[in-house]
């Protein structure tokens, strides 16, 4: 749902900068500063998340780890929110486990969305991409 309008005047510099990275993303520059305005006040909100990826796929990750916010949430959920052996298992600190939990509280959708594409089988990911060979390990 969006809000009324708002009026924004930015310095020339700003508009420059902004106006290239609407040619080399496509994206209008309304929306460009809409986007740019949201990372920002999410990370101001949860300072150690930030954002990294192209421009179709931003995600959220945790500062001083190699993990997004998803792939945290998901060793968390994996061992049962055991807190302890999630920091053990990826060498987080409680800071960066809680700072991903909090992040997810707030936006779950987000995250779920990043959650349900890792979580594909394989049989859907064999329909997706046929061209793939997929490497399967012995039964068990």
Do not use: C
């Not at 209008?28 to 990370?43: I, Q």
Request: charged content about 30%.
């Amino acid at each position: 749902m969006k809000t009324r309008p708002i009026s924004f005047r930015p310095s020339a510099g700003l508009d420059a900068r902004l106006d290239s990275m609407r040619r080399r993303t496509g994206i209008p520059k309304s929306r460009l500063v809409e986007l740019l305005a949201d990372e920002a006040e999410r990370t101001r909100r949860y300072p150690g998340i930030g954002f990294r990826g192209s421009e179709h796929r931003r995600r959220a990750w945790v500062f001083g780890s190699p993990f997004d916010v998803w792939e945290v949430i998901q060793a968390w959920q994996d061992m049962q929110q055991d807190a302890g052996r999630v920091q053990d298992q990826l060498d987080l600190t409680a800071r960066q486990l809680n700072l991903s939990v909090a992040y997810y509280a707030e936006f779950p959708d987000e995250i779920d969305d990043a959650l349900a594409l890792a979580r594909r089988s394989t049989a859907e990911l064999e329909s997706a991409y046929p061209f793939i060979d997929v490497l399967r390990g012995p039964e068990q």
